[in-house]
């Protein structure tokens, strides 16, 4: 591909959707959009403050994974030009690690003439993410199921409801996934697993089926939300709220970014609730109105590039 340039565009994801703990996943239209081309010498530039904290040496995450596909390839990855950019916020639950293995597996696939099938980089995601709802989503697009097992990751995509509106709440203020996962207790009760494979079965059908009324009866968690709130400001609120007033809330992967499955016309309304939330809990947050993202990746090859100026 001498004097082409890759673009990949890689949609970022929520997961968990509540009860579906490391299950349940859906693409999101807020994208990763990373650009490659061969050059005579390594470079990462990163475009955007917001991104400022992202390494630009040989452990960036999207430069690992492609490195990955090399070595499984049994060769040396050439020197090159990476360029990135990204609607997703980091360390907010939103997919940003999930999408940088997908899209650095992409590149890395587009430039070994596409050795690997979409499912074969699945395998290979699951690997290094250590689970498939995020990169299953980003993957595929639209609404996923992840399952199987250390040695297979299975991902299926089901019908969703076009219509329903997700109401991403974005706090300003950052939290890790490893710290998130740390409030996690090792042992669950055995009723509370019980009711939550119901739940997440119940929601996958429900999506499936388009009766987004019927969502908020499912949503209760009791894995890993119950336990995040200590972390997650406001979250233990708005939950209250979405039973009270039934709507559909949980937490965006592990958080801090709480969303909420709307209908049109529940939208002013519950946004009012959340600021409401946001002022009481002293958290600044953004709001962004998106619907479910359907299709997956984009990949682009871009003809004799204009040079990138640092």
Request: proline share 6%.
């Amino acid at each position: 591909m001498d004097g082409e340039m890759l673009e990949i565009k890689v949609p970022g994801s929520t997961a968990n959707l509540g009860p579906g703990f490391d299950t349940l996943g859906l693409a999101i239209p807020l994208y990763l959009t990373i650009r490659v081309k061969l050059a005579d010498t390594f470079q990462i530039i990163v475009k955007g403050e917001h991104l400022s904290s992202l390494p630009t040496d040989r452990s960036n995450l999207i430069y690992r994974s492609m490195e990955q596909l090399y070595e499984l390839a049994g060769k040396s990855i050439p020197p090159l030009s990476l360029e990135i950019e990204s609607e997703i916020p980091l360390s907010r639950g939103l997919g940003s690690s999930g999408s940088a293995i997908i899209a650095g597996l992409l590149a890395a696939n587009e430039l070994l003439g596409q050795i690997k099938t979409k499912d074969e980089l699945l395998q290979i995601a699951a690997k290094i993410e250590g689970h498939s709802d995020n990169i299953g989503a980003s993957l595929y697009g639209g609404f996923i199921i992840a399952g199987g097992n250390p040695e297979l990751a299975i991902v299926e995509k089901l019908p969703y409801p076009e219509e329903m509106k997700l109401l991403l709440l974005i706090p300003k203020y950052t939290l890790s996934t490893n710290v998130a996962r740390k409030q996690i207790p090792e042992r669950i009760p055995l009723k509370d697993a019980s009711q939550n494979i119901g739940n997440t079965a119940l929601l996958a059908h429900y999506f499936a089926t388009g009766q987004i009324e019927k969502i908020p009866l499912v949503m209760k968690d009791k894995l890993h939300q119950p336990y995040r709130q200590n972390v997650v400001k406001g979250l233990e609120r708005i939950l209250y709220y979405a039973e009270q007033k039934h709507f559909a809330a949980a937490l965006s992967g592990a958080g801090p970014t709480i969303i909420l499955f709307l209908r049109d016309f529940e939208v002013p309304y519950i946004a009012e609730i959340a600021n409401e939330v946001a002022e009481i809990e002293g958290v600044e947050l953004d709001l962004k109105l998106v619907t479910i993202q359907k299709e997956g990746p984009l990949i682009h090859r871009i003809e004799n590039p204009t040079p990138t100026c640092n």
